[in-house]
């Protein structure tokens, strides 16, 4: 896969991940019953998953490949939780 195609495709997956970050931190700042507070973790998720996308640390098929799974994890567990609490 060209490295062009791989820097694309993070950045197309920095939106759902930094939002699945916002919503698992107001998950865990004021559980189940939220209300407002993702209006403020979710804008402060992504822009920390823009922060990971542009860093080097990991090459850019690694930074997607967390970036994918981490987003898959993070929704799986929120559905999880979602009928726990049905």
């Known amino acids: 896969m060209p490295p062009w195609l791989v820097t694309i495709a993070t950045w197309i997956a920095v939106l759902p991940f930094g939002w699945a970050l916002g919503l698992l931190a107001a998950l865990v700042v004021s559980g189940p019953h939220f209300g407002q507070l993702p209006a403020m973790t979710v804008p402060l998720g992504i822009v920390a ?8 640390r990991f ?27 049905s």
């Open 59 to 85: 090459t850019p098929g690694r930074r997607l490949a967390i970036m994918v799974v981490g987003t898959v994890a993070i929704f799986l567990l929120g559905s999880l939780l979602e009928k726990s609490a």
């Open 49 to 56: 998953a823009i922060g990971f996308a542009r860093s080097s």
